[in-house]
């Protein structure tokens, strides 16, 4: 089983037009609210591809209720909270620009952060094979939230992923006890506070990360595929080009394909650029299925050259 944490869970809200213009009055040609958050969507990836997955989230409000709706039969713990659960709202292009708005959330109280971690921590005596924890974290959250999370699963001998940006990334992965860490290049660049451009940036960053007391390190770069670090070897993947249709939750599934798959780490990294790849080309935040993955369109290379541009990928 793989356990998922999102402390900042959302009703994600797509609207999908020809053109985004400054303001004008755009005519919305369709719409469609999902369950969203990145744990969520790790979850509902991995369900989608049966495999076994909890989620554990706080929901609040009239939201919070459209939010355990739109879960349908995803197995959750849900923990309730007085204030109302966001809702993102995304905007896609005909040529897949996506453009994101996302709320802050609500205010967690210090007795339902007190909740969350005691749900999380009756979780992982379910013996879980990892724990995936995952998003912004919501107002009145101390960023310590998810090295108090690590600690709680060392405790109870589960690995953990982490997938966040800003203050709470450079805590948790300042802190070390990481199995894996998967920020894409920006927030990358951001943790460590100089820009990346080729190969060899984004390797040297995410050693700097290892070396902080953290495993590996999965590097999505958008459409330039992805590259997995470790303290020895490096390996870059990327998926077949798709159509865009929303990036929403690529990063996510990416996670759950790599979590997902058996066998050495350049394998599980293939598995994550197909489902990456898959999610693209699917509309909002929709998850892939078996049918819509091609891994066997995945191109590999071990321990690519240092002078190599991202861009150029
Ligand atoms: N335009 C694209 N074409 C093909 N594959 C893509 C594209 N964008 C993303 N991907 C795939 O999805 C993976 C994850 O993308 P990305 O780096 O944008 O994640 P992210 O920024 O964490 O996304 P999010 O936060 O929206 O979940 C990439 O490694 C790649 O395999
Ligand atoms: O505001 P955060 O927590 O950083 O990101 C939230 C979010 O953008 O992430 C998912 C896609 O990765 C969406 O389902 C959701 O709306």
């Given at each position: ?27 919305v ?61 995304t ?28 749900a ?29 999370i ?6 109870r ?7 966040t ?6 805590t ?27 190969v ?32 020895e ?81």
């Amino acid at each position: 089983m793989i356990l998922t944490c999102t402390p900042n869970p959302s009703v994600d809200h797509t609207l999908e037009i020809p053109e985004l213009l400054q303001g004008e009055i755009l005519r919305v040609q369709t719409s469609r609210t999902e369950a969203g958050g990145k744990g969520v969507n790790v979850s509902r990836a991995l369900r989608r591809n049966g495999r076994d997955t909890t989620a554990v989230l706080p929901v609040g409000g009239a939201q919070g209720a459209e939010l355990t709706a739109l879960l349908g039969d995803l197995p959750c713990v849900r923990v309730p909270i007085t204030d109302a659960t966001r809702t993102n709202v995304t905007v896609t292009e005909a040529d897949g620009t996506t453009t994101k708005l996302n709320s802050s959330g609500p205010a967690l109280t210090p007795a339902e952060i007190e909740d969350l971690l005691a749900a999380l921590d009756a979780e992982l005596q379910r013996d879980p094979r990892w724990l995936v924890a995952s998003g912004s974290l919501p107002g009145g959250t101390p960023p310590d939230l998810y090295a108090r999370i690590a600690r709680l699963a060392a405790a109870r001998g589960v690995q953990v992923a982490l997938d966040t940006s800003g203050k709470p990334l450079e805590t948790a992965a300042g802190a070390g006890g990481f199995a894996l860490l998967k920020p894409n290049m920006e927030e990358l660049a951001a943790l460590l506070g100089r820009p990346l451009e080729t190969v060899g940036d984004v390797v040297g960053a995410a050693r700097e990360v290892v070396s902080w007391g953290n495993g590996l390190v999965l590097v999505t770069l958008g459409a330039h595929g992805a590259l997995l670090v470790d303290r020895e070897r490096t390996w870059w993947a990327q998926g077949p080009a798709v159509v865009p249709r929303s990036t929403v939750g690529a990063g996510d599934c990416s996670l759950a394909g790599y979590l997902a798959a058996e066998g050495p780490p350049e394998e599980r990294l293939c598995q994550a650029v197909a489902w990456g790849a898959a999610a693209v080309a699917l509309p909002g935040t929709t998850v892939p299925g078996p049918a819509d993955l091609r891994v066997e369109e995945v191109r590999l290379v071990a321990d690519p050259p240092a002078e190599w541009r991202v861009a150029d990928l």
